[in-house]
């Protein structure tokens, strides 16, 4: 099974959309708490791994991972996720 949404598929583009939302929202986020992308190595993920979600260069980013940056941020996933 692909862990990611294929290019040419019919839920891509509306996928690609959510997802750059979604890092929007986290970078936000982090400068509205005046953190940087260090400060977010608290979290239990590595500054490298934090900046690819930030990039987009991870595509799929885990619940566990969205969970950890949802707390950091004093929020619930779903509040995290509500674009």
């Keep these: ?6 290019p040419g598929t019919p839920l891509y583009s509306d996928f690609q959309k959510f997802s750059q ?3 929007k929202r986290i970078l936000s986020l982090r400068h509205q708490k005046g ?4 400060d977010m ?3 239990g993920l590595s ?3 934090y900046q690819r979600i930030e990039s987009g260069e991870t595509e799929n980013i885990t619940l566990a991972n969205l969970y950890r940056i949802a707390r950091a941020f004093d929020l ?3 509040e ?3 674009l």
């Design 76 to 78: 619930s996933v779903s």
């Design 41 to 43: 190595q608290t979290l």
């Design 35 to 38: 953190f940087t992308q260090e």
């Design 47 to 49: 500054l490298r791994q």
């Design 80 to 82: 995290l996720l509500a």
């Design 1 to 6: 099974m692909k862990r990611s949404i294929e």
């Design 21 to 23: 939302q979604l890092r």
